[in-house]
């Protein structure tokens, strides 16, 4: 795809904005929303000519979860949510309808869903990413001798997390659902096609590069959806959506009457891939952790995949311009959610603020370790029967040491990964750009820099995944240039710890993991 802030050319055809969306002083007087649709909520975001956040609106959603532990969305509250925040915003914002120049998406990544095409009515609730109700349909082709081929061809391993199981499991177990799909009749996808179709009236059934690659349907390397594999779970290739540039015309939206004229979507992005391209790492090399409940970090690998020999996996970062980008990604299970434990299970401390100050009053000379292997270790170890342990107490640990060592333990966590990445990718570390909660604590931002011996960067803005989508929304229709992201304002921790000391502290790590992984 090519773009300017004139014409936007996509493999479907020309749309002319004329002069209103041509120049500077134009473009001074309208606006960009991203709408970040998140795991837990739904968030629109506004922002100037300057990329400047000026305000933001969120509504949750329901988390459906039954006696099994399935977990499900309603994908109708979902878009109902999608209406009223950008409603909320433009009043609470006083903006008026008119300036909007265009709309970003950025969405939870996996979460799956099915509807029928002529009346746009969901055959079920989506299934959530966090939800393993299809293992069965993996454990079925994985028995027929496929799991080797499946991550050759889309980078990932075979997995009920991705929507190539969760879709075939929609398509399995919900009345009249495979018969319509024999009719060509139902539209599948991820939460981005759903909002980009019900935005548009039906009229855009399309996906960008980054949702697609962790469908597990995907050739990452012939980029197309791969006949084998959708196969393999009983969907045809020609009843997926269209794959796009992340930055490339979408269709348009009036957003059931809130404008007046139909606003262009330009640009369309996984949340994680977001806060990638939001935290300006479009480089070869470039890497960002994203601090959650678990957590995601992803290294920009060019435009060359690279297919992981070290327990990460290859994903698309995004699609520009008509080029493609790859990043290799780890996900840890629990980062964040370790300090929820210490509050609500545990009863250590009364906040996640508390234990800033606690880390550093700790024994300086204390070797503890703690593994929150709760439910197994993820990347790069893929040990779900892993346990969790607390590896060195001494006479002088105390509930001080062992609160350092919850915290510690997510730095350490993200070496172990930025080392995995690195060994694929041949590369050396020299920064980490950062977001999310977690990022406030400043002891665990200084020992994260120290384990590394590397830069951490941590951004003003906490919102990336949406800065993201509104990022390239702005550029694709030349509102913004590339130098938007050097307005990014960081904090900059740098190491201050000696080698031998890493070296020690590193080593004491690995020896504590090896004690909880299952296979020692």
């Not at 120049?23 to 007087?29: A, H, T």
């Not at 739904?42 to 300057?50: Q, Y």
């Not at 204390?366 to 892993?386: E, K, R």
């Not at 070296?503 to 004690?515: F, H, I």
Request: proline share 3%.
């Amino acid at each position: 795809m090519v773009s300017n802030s004139k014409n936007i050319i996509c493999r479907r055809g020309i749309w002319d904005y004329g002069s209103s969306y041509g120049g500077k002083q134009e473009m001074s007087e309208k606006y960009i929303i991203s709408i970040d649709q998140s795991t837990q909520g739904t968030k629109a975001l506004l922002f100037d000519a300057e990329g400047n956040l000026l305000g933001r609106e969120d509504l949750p959603h329901r988390q459906i979860v039954n006696d099994l532990g399935w977990v499900s969305h309603d994908p109708e509250e979902i878009y109902s949510n999608t209406v009223q925040v950008v409603r909320r915003l433009l009043q609470s914002a006083r903006i008026a309808p008119e300036h909007v120049a265009a709309l970003g998406i950025s969405n939870q990544r996996e979460t799956s869903l099915i509807w029928e095409k002529a009346i746009g009515r969901p055959v079920a609730d989506a299934v959530v990413w966090q939800c393993s109700r299809a293992a069965g349909i993996c454990e079925r082709v994985r028995k027929q001798g496929a799991e080797e081929q499946i991550r050759r061809k889309t980078g990932i391993t075979l997995s009920p997390y991705f929507p190539a199981a969760k879709l075939a499991w929609i398509l399995e177990n919900t009345e009249g659902a495979k018969e319509k799909a024999a009719r060509h009749e139902l539209c599948m996808g991820t939460i981005d096609t759903w909002l980009l179709f019900k935005m548009t009236g039906g009229k855009t059934y399309k996906t960008d590069y980054s949702n697609a690659s962790r469908t597990q349907l995907f050739n990452i390397f012939d980029l197309k959806w791969d006949e084998e594999i959708c196969d393999l779970f009983g969907i045809h290739p020609g009843d997926l959506p269209e794959v796009c540039d992340s930055d490339s015309l979408f269709g348009e939206t009036d957003l059931e009457g809130t404008f007046p004229q139909p606003v262009p979507i330009h640009g369309v992005l996984g949340d994680s891939h977001g806060a990638l391209f939001g935290q300006g790492c479009l480089a070869k090399g470039m890497i960002k952790a994203t601090y959650g409940t678990g957590s995601s970090i992803m290294m920009n690998i060019g435009e060359t995949p690279v297919l992981s020999t070290h327990g990460v996996v290859t994903s698309l970062a995004w699609g520009m311009h008509g080029k493609v980008n790859y990043v290799l990604e780890g996900n840890i299970n629990y980062t964040g959610a370790v300090i929820s434990w210490l509050k609500d299970e545990v009863g250590l401390i009364d906040s996640a603020g508390e234990t800033e100050g606690i880390s550093n009053a700790a024994f300086k000379d204390d070797n503890l370790y703690f593994i929150p292997a709760f439910t197994g270790l993820g990347a790069p170890y893929w040990d779900s029967a892993a346990t969790g342990l607390l590896s060195g107490i001494t006479r002088t640990t105390g509930k001080k040491e062992i609160v350092r060592a919850c915290v510690e333990c997510i730095a350490y966590q993200i070496r172990d990964v930025v080392d995995a990445m690195c060994a694929d990718a041949g590369m050396t570390l020299q920064e980490l750009r950062v977001d999310g909660g977690p990022t406030r604590n400043q002891y665990l931002m200084q020992f994260t820099s120290d384990i590394l011996d590397a830069k951490v960067l941590v951004p003003e803005a906490e919102e990336l995944s949406g800065i993201g989508a509104a990022y390239a929304a702005g550029i694709g229709i030349g509102f913004f240039d590339n130098r938007i992201f050097d307005r990014t304002r960081r904090k900059v921790y740098l190491s201050k710890m000696s080698e031998k000391m890493r070296e020690k502290k590193t080593s004491g790590w690995k020896d504590a993991v090896r004690k909880a992984l299952s296979r020692s």
